[in-house]
């Protein structure tokens, strides 16, 4: 992808601007409380304009996507905690171990169409998580507990969680800054063109289970290395949080919303929705209500809005496809 | 003339039908090589077996020297054989000028974006759709989305190109128009395989006929040679104004 | 020997259940290429639909499975009115979203309601004994049930006009159309049809065991399972397959613990789905 070319895209600076604000923001008046919030937002950003390429681009609905978060977590923790690695080299390995598997395995599912492979992934979730559960050297169902000396090499744990944010912040720009180069490249072509018409694809030479191969490896990786840098923080990871059916199903929810396919939407829809979700949690209790809603506001985008947000606005108004890409 | 394809004994059944059935037949460089047969004879199988959409039960299928034999499509578009459809299939909510731009990118010369894009234009150019190339691909009239299914598959740049019923829906002036771009991608050196109803049309464009009944090979030769040959005409007498075309190219 | 023996024939009683539910989603499946992602949710709207009319009416267990039979049929007709009928004919992502957002009220609503406490439905019914070894009652009168049922069914879709119309909008919906069949109203008579075998099958499995407002997902992967390997859009080969199931759940029960049943469930898919698109039970050869 032509870096010059790049340059002179608004979509870019945009990319840099939202990634800076985020980076900045908090540390004006050594802000906890708005860097925890941002945090998660950042976390729904990552998972969103990951997904997005499995479904916004390839057409592929992949259900299990938080199987990657989840095992992210798992590996970093545990190579943390029982081999005393380091935390970058940790969550980076997690997310290269992560992607491979998900190559290997993405290989073996992707030369399933659509809807069947759709199904395919609807399993992954509950049988890696029914892995995990039986799974003694990870803690099994009670999970691994970090101890506070993993925090020591970050200089104690206050500091050490600024610079799990700053990892997490620069995890989320670098997502989206993914997706973005991916859409104007050869393969986000081919990538399109499969998810448009995979036949048509198919016979203008797009090599179809590559690329879906390759996409899936692809949207696998970030999610792993911030599921490595979340888990970390939390100092705890048992299965019920690392493959939170919940937090699947809204990273799902949070691309439609915000615009499959485009850019700026899923991220875009991911910060709205957790906003959201952090005003209405203050005043719920019930964490099952938050799965009506999402599937409440899925329906409606499906039934009535299926542009999401960036569709209505391109529709709206045309000349925002240049700038909001 | 040396051999760009050959068909050696291909069949396929499908259930308890043979559509195809020890079909052999060779198509010369520089060769436009006509497929003719009354409806369900097998030639758009004829084609999903060179092209890979089926792999053949029985035989083998050989281009440019390699056997190809079965390979999925997207490979075969990749040695430089491309083939359009009778059912029009574009990328729908794309531009036209994206849709070449597929072709041209994942064609036999595997091109990067920025070079796909000047083959795009200019054989958009070349087959008349220049005006169009801003619209998504799904707005197109008939004849237009024929001429980008044609489009798309000249930009992977095909050694052979196998037309489906190209001609298909389109009014006389869409027919001579389109006749003379298939002439003139002969001119530029493809070769081309192609099936086609319009008897005029195809006796007129093909330097070989080869017709097909219920799957079989039933003659080869020169236009003039099948129109006159009785098994041909037995064949189509089953539609009047057919045995009638043929009878006066005769 | 004989107790795997016992397992396995219990697991292909069992089995026969979970090819009820799959024939559910298989023909949902075949009729309007919608994969219904609500099937787990139906499950359990059966197996409470069983225990609140056995419980509230003191009515015997069995009483309830006609009544349960209507409900769900009605609630499938108005699920395919509200989420589905708008996806017909959209790429098959969006039917998926549309049934899977729906899936997710549900569960939610349900755990909102319910949470996740355990319910039973008592039914006593004597066993048969044999060698020693009793085969319970309930399992048996499950399976001869799901039989009637499919019996049933077979007889409704081969002998029958509205059978015959789904059948030929299952085939071609296009010609179905322009044949004068009203494919709406098909359309969403096969979805009520699909959802009220669902149901029915859940009322089922509540008579033979214990379920939560969760208990949904395990028994939608065991009706995905069976159905690939009986082939999508093919009931006959969802019935033999749920068989299938039943019968490896019958010889695996014995030599590991309950919880590695899901992981085992999801690889046979996997693998199935990889190896065999077109299911191995799959009587009818497409081209």
Known sequence: MNVAAMLRRPTFWLILAATLAFALLPLRGDNVGLREDLLLAAVYVILASNLNLMIGYAGYVNFGNIVFFGLGGYLCVWLVNSHGWPLVAAALSAGVAVSFAALLFGLGILRLRGAYFALATIGVNEGVKAFVVNFSPWGGSTGIYLSIEAYKPLGGPAKALWTIYFLMIAVMGLSLLLSYGIKRSKFGLGLRAIGQNENAAIVLGVPTRHYKALVYSASAFLPAVAGALFFFKSAFIQPDDAFDLVLSTEAIVTVMLGGQGTVVGPALGAFLYEELRGTLLTSQTFSSFQLVIAGVLLLLIVLFLPGGLMGWIHRRWPRSKQVLE | ?250 | MFGILASIIDGVLVGSVYGLAAMGLTLIWGVMDVINLTHGAMIVAGMFGLFYLSTLLGAPAYAAIPPVLVAGFAVGVGLYWIAVHRMIGRPPLMSLLATFSVNMVLIGLGTTVWGTVLFNVPVSLPGITWHGYTFTGTHIMAAVLTAAIAGALYLFLYRTRPGKAIRAVASNREAAELNGIPTRQVLSFAFGLGIALACVSGALIATMFPFTVLSGTAYQLKSFVVTVLGGLGNPAGALFGGVALGLLEGMVTPFMPVSWTSVIEFVVFVIVLIAFPGGLFNFTRRP
């Open chain 2, 1 to 250: 003339m040396t051999a760009l394809l050959e068909l050696h004994g291909i069949g396929k059944r499908f259930g308890g039908l043979e559509a195809v059935a020890d079909l052999s037949f060779t198509l010369g460089e520089g060769e436009i090589l006509g497929l003719i047969g009354p409806n369900g004879a097998g030639k758009s199988t004829a084609f999903n077996l060179i092209n890979g959409v089926f792999r053949p039960d029985q035989g083998r299928v050989v281009f440019r020297g390699e056997d190809i034999t079965g390979l999925a499509p997207n490979h075969v578009v990749r040695r430089g054989l491309a083939r359009t459809h009778q059912i029009v299939q574009p990328l729908a909510a794309v531009s036209v000028l994206e849709n070449c731009i597929v072709g041209a990118c994942f064609g036999r010369e595997n091109l990067p974006l920025r070079a796909a894009e000047a083959v795009a234009r200019e054989i958009a150019e070349f087959v008349g759709l220049t005006a169009r190339l801003d619209e998504p691909a799904g707005q197109l009239t008939i004849a237009g989305k024929k001429r980008l299914e044609l489009a798309r598959t000249l930009c992977a740049r095909p050694v052979l190109l196998l037309l489906d019923e190209v001609l298909a829906g389109l009014n006389p002036a869409e027919v001579e128009r389109m006749l003379g771009v298939i002439r003139k991608i002969r001119e530029s050196g493809v070769s081309i395989l192609i099936i086609e109803h319009l008897m005029q049309a195809i006796m007129g464009l093909s330097d070989r006929i080869i017709v097909l009944s219920s799957g079989r090979k039933l003659a080869e030769g020169r236009p003039p040679d099948v129109a006159a040959n009785p098994a041909v005409i037995e064949a189509y007498l089953g539609d009047a104004s057919l045995a009638e075309a043929l009878h006066r190219k005769a």
